[in-house]
Nanobody, 126 residues
Framework: QVQLVESGGGLVQAGGSLRLSCAAA?????????MGWFRQEPGKEREFVAA????????YYADAVKGRFTISRDNAKNTVYLQMNSLKPEDTAVYYC??????????????????WGQGTQVTVSS
């Protein structure tokens, strides 16, 4: 079982920055988890934002956020972060943290992830 708790969402003006955090409580070794961030707008499907695969040393990003968002993790603190810079109104969504038990994961598909946080709202005003 993996419990995920996100924090750091809020209201920011376009061009601003936010850093989301996701703390994991798990009986599994955190560094072996593939960690992902997704987002969802009302009435739309959940979409991939970024993922971190520690075992493979890889990170993955959606085209819409490349160059603006950075995923990182502190395995000693069982925490994954999403640094979001140059935010745009279209980044407004509920952001979810997810964990994939696949050691070599990095999928863009929500169904591949095994555990989810409760979500945190990010609102970017124009």
């Amino acid at each position: 079982q993996v419990q995920l708790v996100e924090s750091g969402g809020g209201l920011v003006q376009a061009g601003g920055s936010l850093r989301l955090s996701c703390a994991a409580a798990s009986g599994r070794t955190f560094r072996r988890l593939t960690m992902g961030w997704f987002r969802q707008e009302p009435g739309k499907e959940r979409e991939f934002v970024a993922a971190s695969n520690w075992s493979a040393g890889r990170t993955y990003y959606a085209d819409a956020v490349k160059g603006r968002f950075t995923i990182s993790r502190d395995n000693a603190k069982n925490t994954v972060y999403l640094q979001m810079n140059s935010l745009k109104p279209e980044d407004t969504a509920v952001y979810y943290c997810a964990a994939d038990l696949n050691v070599y994961g990095g999928s863009v598909f929500p169904k591949e992830y095994d555990y989810w946080g409760q979500g945190t709202q990010v609102t970017v005003s124009s």
